[in-house]
Nanobody, 127 residues
Framework: QVQLVESGGGLVQTGGSLRLSCAWS????????IGWIRQVPGKEREGVAS????????VYADSVKGRFIISRDSTANTVYLQMNDVKPEDAAVYYC????????????????????WGQGTRVTVSS
């Protein structure tokens, strides 16, 4: 059983930084990718970033490129999302997601296709 547990959400000031963590378990094969999806009530889900388990390849949404960094600690089964220069439009519930197989931009553009989801962690941005 795959489990994804997010942590690290909270209140951050505009221009500040925040780091989200996703501790995972139960992924049985080496070929998978883990990423972050965010959602604001009333809006569509948006793929934010994802990283492949083996190669470490990453993809980012244009809206966060250059500000957010996704990384992984394979020994700790944890993926991180370092959020820098946070903007008001970054406020959302952030979900950790995972799927077996290779990583491509298509995955971020079709967030509903991810097979495994965490419970979400809320990020609030103050001005």
């Amino acid at each position: 059983q795959v489990q994804l547990v997010e942590s690290g959400g909270g209140l951050v000031q505009t221009g500040g930084s925040l780091r989200l963590s996703c501790a995972w378990s139960g992924l049985a094969f080496e070929d998978y990718h883990i990423g972050w999806i965010r959602q604001v009530p009333g809006k569509e889900r948006e793929g934010v970033a994802s990283i492949h388990s083996q190669k470490g390849d990453t993809v980012y949404a244009d809206s966060v490129k250059g500000r957010f960094i996704i990384s992984r600690d394979s020994t700790a089964n944890t993926v991180y999302l370092q959020m820098n220069d946070v903007k008001p439009e970054d406020a959302a519930v952030y979900y950790c997601v995972a799927e077996y197989g290779p990583l491509s931009r298509w995955n971020l553009e079709n967030p509903a296709e991810y097979d495994y989801w965490g419970q979400g962690t809320r990020v609030t941005v103050s001005s």
